[in-house]
T-cell receptor, first 114, second 111 residues
Framework: DTGVSQNPRHKITKRGQNVTFRCDPI?????LYWYRQTLGQGPEFLTY????????KSRLLSDRFSAERPKGSFSTLEIQRTEQGDSAMYLC????????????FGSGTRLTVV | QKEVEQNSGPLSVPEGAIASLNCTYS??????FFWYRQYSGKSPELIMS????GDKEDGRFTAQLNKASQYVSLLIRDSQPSDSATYLC???????????FGGGTRLMVKP
């Protein structure tokens, strides 16, 4: 399967714990995006990488959130000191050229903070 | 004011009818427009893209764009129960680096 892969699919954590999610984009895609989606809402932009460079970050991305894309391949999104409000679906997407192709999304990681 | 707006629905249509989904956007410099379908508990799936004014048809789907009115629509002909899902409108700005999504419209196709 050469689609966008996200792990884990589900994560339940206690408030205050740190969590890390991984995204493996389609190999030819140099652009990688993280979005967050809560129930009944559309995806909200978090951050964007072109190759290994993090080019944009949303104001939604507080200092508890950090994302990396070492060597321009897979990416990780870490949330420190999780809060109940962090409970959401975290979606990763990749694209060769967004304007022409849109995104291909992964299956997402559903985070539940208890 | 949200940058991309959609009626949350639900929009209910009988099987075989035409479903019409609408989206408005605020950034006049927007260059690219996409429709995604999202089934419950799944991730969004790209179904249509449109870049210039007018209509674009792909099978049972037709996307319509009117940049002067800042309006995008999606028509689904011969609606099927399997079309029941949330449809997300996404808009790409001038830079073309990221997409802004609307809140989605839930479509229900009744047999």
């Amino acid at each position: 399967d050469t689609g966008v892969s996200q792990n884990p699919r589900h994560k339940i954590t206690k408030r205050g714990q740190n969590v890390t999610f991984r995204c493996d984009p389609i190999s030819e895609h140099n652009r990688l995006y993280w979005y967050r989606q809560t129930l009944g809402q559309g995806p909200e932009f978090l951050t964007y990488f072109q190759n290994e460079a993090q080019l944009e970050k949303s104001r939604l991305l507080s200092d508890r959130f950090s994302a990396e894309r070492p060597k321009g391949s897979f990416s990780t999104l870490e949330i420190q000191r999780t809060e109940q409000g962090d409970s959401a679906m975290y979606l990763c997407a990749s694209s060769p050229r967004t304007r022409l192709y849109g995104y291909t999304f992964g299956s997402g990681t559903r985070l539940t903070v208890v | 004011q949200k940058e991309v707006e959609q009626n949350s629905g639900p929009l209910s249509v009988p099987e075989g009818a035409i479903a019409s989904l609408n989206c408005t956007y605020s950034d006049r410099g927007s260059q690219s427009f996409f429709w995604y379908r999202q089934y419950s508990g799944k991730s969004p799936e790209l179904i249509m893209s449109i870049y210039s004014n007018g209509d674009k048809e792909d099978g049972r789907f037709t996307a319509q764009l009117n940049k002067a009115s800042q309006y995008v629509s999606l028509l689904i002909r011969d609606s099927q129960p399997s079309d029941s899902a949330t449809y997300l409108c996404a808009v790409g700005g001038n830079a073309g680096n990221m997409l802004t999504f609307g809140g989605g419209t839930r479509l229900m196709v009744k047999p």
